[in-house]
């Protein structure tokens, strides 16, 4: 996404408008959007090498100050007159509002919502590293990925969730309520690890687009090259789950159905099969057709060999299926035919479980009991599945 300005009053009908002030280096993360009263400045939410932080665009000449790199994600952005407001989170805080001047000066919390019940637990180790993984024109590359491990100074090797995160043109998000259950996962023991791959946003436009009909067949061997790195470092061992909602739904589907490097897998609203959800997605229609290079008539071969429904009879691990009802986005026929699809062909532990009224986003905002059950599930799900070794086993056969 980029930011476009129109003048409304027609004064730039000589061609000039609309116009991109910042070019499409400037990669916005939703429409955060917030007007300088002068009506000289905006300020967005920018995404840049896995941060999402605020960037000032000058409207006449389009010059970009982006406010110092940190370690956090802004997740939503106000102004009023010479202040900015925004809320902001990082990987070992939940969400606080803060505010600084429109220079980036002045930065102060005026929250602590989260501080006292935060402070009483054990937060996770956390770090930001780069990993050399393959990048399907057989060459490497380097990518980031987040390494959360459990409180304590225990060096592993640990049991692994390996998060997939949406979209794919997006980031792992710092985003505290999507994510309940990799906090609960640390405080047992587990180290959470959050790639993002090729197809990410924030890496430029060549990163994001070489995914376009490589769904899976890119991204999944960087993240499995990662778990050999971790392992490697004694960081890792078998006990390996994944997990992954929407995109990532597909990608940990794909994964369990293409490789046998994990013991259990959860797949939250997926794209299962990508030939019906190009017509039952409230976006298929045309999110699909960019996302698969191709309109569906163009390639009929490509949306079947790229959906995760066809690799059924090779899933070797326990899945979990968790699913909105309502859900339009990756509707439930979706979780429906993949959970179909696993019963059939596969002899291991699968569930489904379907949320009444829950939409894509009831992880984080749904009913409140419905948000407890499908974090706890994952939790027990991974641990029940995927955390204990078997004895005598040390993985090579998986």
Request: glycine residues 10%.
């Amino acid at each position: 996404s980029h930011l476009w300005v129109l003048d409304v009053d027609g004064s730039g009908v000589d061609g000039s408008d609309p116009r991109m002030p910042a070019g499409e280096d400037l990669q916005l993360e939703g429409s955060h959007i917030a007007w300088h009263p002068s009506g000289e400045r905006i300020a967005v939410v920018a995404s840049a090498r896995g941060m999402l932080d605020i960037a000032v665009v000058h409207v006449d000449d389009g010059t970009v100050r982006h406010a110092e790199r940190r370690l956090r994600h802004v997740l939503s952005l106000g102004a009023s007159q010479e202040t900015l407001v925004y809320a902001a989170a990082t990987m070992r805080w939940p969400v606080e509002l803060h505010a600084s001047t429109w220079d980036g000066e002045d930065e102060r919390r005026i929250t602590s919502a989260n501080r006292d019940w935060a402070s009483r637990r054990d937060r996770p180790r956390v770090s930001l590293r780069s990993f050399t993984v393959p990048d399907g024109g057989g060459g490497t590359e380097e990518i980031d990925a987040w390494i959360l491990r459990p409180a304590g100074d225990g060096e592993g090797p640990f049991p692994l969730l390996m998060d997939m995160h949406g979209g794919p043109q997006t980031v792992a998000m710092i985003d505290f309520p999507n994510h309940v259950y990799w906090y609960a996962l640390c405080s047992k023991g587990w180290m959470i690890v959050a790639p993002n791959a090729v197809g990410s946003a924030g890496y430029g436009d060549d990163f994001a687009k070489r995914l376009r009909g490589r769904w899976g067949e890119l991204d999944l061997p960087q993240y499995l090259a990662i778990l050999d790195t971790l392992r490697r470092e004694g960081l890792a061992d078998h006990r390996v789950a994944c997990a992954g909602k929407s995109y990532g739904g597909f990608l940990s589907a794909w994964a369990v159905g293409n490789s046998n490097a994990f013991r259990a897998a959860v797949v939250s609203a997926p794209v299962a099969n990508v030939e019906s959800h190009t017509g039952t997605s409230d976006t298929g229609y045309y999110v699909t057709p960019y996302a698969m290079g191709a309109e569906i008539d163009e390639d009929r071969e490509r949306y079947q060999r790229l959906s995760p429904v066809e690799y059924c009879n090779e899933v070797a691990c326990a899945t979990l299926l968790l699913q909105g009802q309502d859900d339009q986005r990756c509707p439930v026929g979706q979780s429906e035919e993949l959970f179909a699809s696993l019963v059939r062909h596969s002899r291991m532990p699968c569930t489904l479980v379907v949320y009444p009224g829950g939409s894509h986003d009831m992880a984080a905002s749904g009913n409140p009991k419905h948000r407890v059950d499908y974090h706890q599930r994952i939790v027990d799900w991974v641990s029940t599945h995927a955390g204990e070794a078997d004895a005598g086993d040390d993985g090579a056969s998986r």
